[in-house]
């Protein structure tokens, strides 16, 4: 084996917890590869994984494009501003969003360049001895061995095997953000993060939007009265989402596609022209390890690993959407950063119980911490303020006063324990609950921080000061 093809770390996978490792080891002075299978709309290597290409970044390109467009329709009036007929180009719209994932693709493969980590484009397999054999896109194969191997393949989208995907009719995120007209009815399966966002895309164009949960409740992860709210909110838009529908069949006929589902009624059919399939993802181990590497995976394929990444056989560690925990872009950032660190003898740390969740509707939900359900099942002793954006100046004066904080503090020590939020600008405001439970901070802590008059963070310090029976704005 030739000089160049020995590392001290191979990454597999250039998404943002493989591209966050393999930089911040190379930053550390550690010879560096990373490899990545992924092509782009153009056919092209691209780096950045399903954030950069297919998920986050796309997501919130379209999200921005149909907000002005809603707005334009439905907030622009009270502010005496008209726009007549106002359209859409979807090809103009969708023309935006490559370009802006181009952007950031490309950004990857410059930092890489910049801090001299080597990109290798292809499949990546992991065999015993910490070789790692590459399959090119040209067919050909080469084999890299690193004293450390970070596998970071991420995660794919579930399939139904009553729906599979053909990338016309029935749709995973790839193909729901490719549409190339708006669909007249959108069925979406599962009321989740990405049925959330991309119902709300096509709806605010026009489209639909009829959402299937299974669960009798929606977005159970989140803190009750806030997904009840949200609901309220997304009822009045005009998303229709039926929860405890359990969906059996789908058929496409004559370019429809009639949906099944049976609920507390009985057996129903809904027939739209797209569907859009979003019920979870699985972590795509799938051809990641050769045998007997010793590399465990769960029953679904999730690679086990410890408390620091670590899978247990020396030198391979794994991070990101394919190990438990959130499948979130920012969790994955953490945990790439934090293995380099310990690779490189630093004290690398992820603090689970402060990484923070957004959803990016109209509007917005987020939260860190614990629920109020969960304080409530785990048995701790808490105490809660709340605050409405309805009577936040700034809130009202930009016509968003939907929603409101919650601060949840132990009833004891007063140390905040969540923080949770739906309404105007609240994946910004979410941070300061992240920072105020990294600082172990408590609710009067917060209370105590002057905050800026008239902005939507103030909602956060009258919930804080409300956690005591002292808002200000609010009768106690
Ligand atoms: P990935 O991003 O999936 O990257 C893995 C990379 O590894 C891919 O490029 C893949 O091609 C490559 N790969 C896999 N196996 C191999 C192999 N054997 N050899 C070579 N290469 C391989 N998260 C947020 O935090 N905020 C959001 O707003 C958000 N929005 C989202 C919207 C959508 C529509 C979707 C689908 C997801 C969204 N997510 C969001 C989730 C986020 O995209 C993931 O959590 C994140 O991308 C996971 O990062 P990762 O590096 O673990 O894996
Ligand atoms: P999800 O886990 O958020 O939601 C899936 C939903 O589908 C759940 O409510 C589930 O009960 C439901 N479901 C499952 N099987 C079903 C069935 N057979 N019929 C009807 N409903 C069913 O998954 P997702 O929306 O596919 O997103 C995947 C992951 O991507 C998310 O968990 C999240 O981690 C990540 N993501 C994050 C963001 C963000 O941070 N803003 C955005 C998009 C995606």
């Given amino acids: 084996m030739s000089e160049q093809q020995q590392f001290d770390v191979i990454v597999i996978g250039a998404g943002p917890a493989g591209y966050h490792a393999a930089i911040r080891a190379a930053q550390l002075g550690m010879k560096t590869a990373c490899i990545d299978a992924a092509l782009g709309k153009d056919g092209k290597p691209a780096l950045g994984g399903t954030c950069l290409r297919v998920g986050c970044i796309p997501s919130k390109a379209l999200l921005d494009s149909s907000r002005q467009f809603w707005n334009l329709q439905h907030l622009f009036g009270e502010h005496g501003i008209s726009a007549k007929d106002a359209k859409i180009d ?3 719209m969708i023309g935006r969003k490559d370009k802006i994932v ?15 980590v080597t990109p290798y484009y292809g499949f990546g397999t992991l065999h015993p001895g910490n070789i790692v054999k590459v399959k090119q896109h040209d067919g050909s194969e080469i084999e890299l061995k690193g004293t450390n191997v970070i596998l970071a393949a991420g995660s794919d989208s579930i399939e139904l095997p009553f729906a599979k ?14 549409f190339t007209a708006v669909p007249k009815h959108l069925g979406v399966i599962g009321a989740g993060v990405i049925g959330l966002e991309l119902g709300s895309v096509w709806k605010r164009l026009g489209s639909e939007v009829t959402i299937l949960e299974a669960l009798p409740d929606f977005l159970a992860a989140a803190d009750a009265e806030v997904a009840k709210t ?10 229709d989402i039926r929860l405890g529908a359990k969906v059996s069949k ?4 004559k370019k429809e596609v009639h949906v099944t589902y049976t609920d507390s009624e009985g057996e129903k059919t809904i027939v739209v022209d797209k569907l859009l399939v979003s019920v979870g993802r699985r972590a795509a181990s799938k051809g990641l390890l050769a045998d007997g590497t010793g590399v465990k995976l769960d029953q679904r394929g999730v690679i086990e690993v410890d408390e620091h990444c670590h899978t247990g056989v020396d030198g391979v560690w794994a991070v990101g959407d394919c190990v438990r925990g959130p499948m979130l872009a920012h969790k994955g ?6 293995v380099a660190e310990l690779i490189a003898g630093l004290p690398g740390h992820v603090n689970y119980g402060t990484i923070p969740w957004v959803i990016y509707t109209e509007p917005e939900i987020a939260w860190v911490g614990k629920t109020e359900q969960e304080l409530k099942a785990d048995g701790t ?19 968003e006063p939907a929603g409101f904080v919650k601060v949840i503090a132990h009833a004891e020590t007063d140390r905040v324990l969540g923080l949770h939020l739906v309404g105007v600008g609240v994946s910004e405001l979410v941070h300061e609950g992240v920072l105020t439970m990294e600082f172990s901070g ?3 802590d917060l209370a105590r921080i002057c905050h800026a008059h008239p902005t939507l963070s103030e909602a956060i310090h009258d919930a804080a000061m409300a956690v005591d029976k002292r808002a200000i704005h609010k009768a106690n």
């Fill in 102 to 116: 181009k952007q950031f693709t490309g950004g990857i493969a410059m930092l890489f360049k910049a801090n001299k």
């Fill in 442 to 444: 408590s609710a009067d």
């Fill in 230 to 239: 949200a609901a309220k909110e997304f009822k009045k838009q005009g998303l």
């Fill in 90 to 92: 979807v090809g103009t």
């Fill in 333 to 338: 950032f953490e945990e790439g950063i934090a």
């Fill in 165 to 178: 995907f053909d990338n016309e009719y029935i749709v995973d995120n790839v193909g729901a953000l490719d």
């Fill in 250 to 253: 789908c058929e496409v006929k």
């Fill in 381 to 399: 002793p808490y105490k809660t303020g709340s605050f409405p954006f309805a009577a936040i100046g700034r809130a009202v004066a930009m016509g």
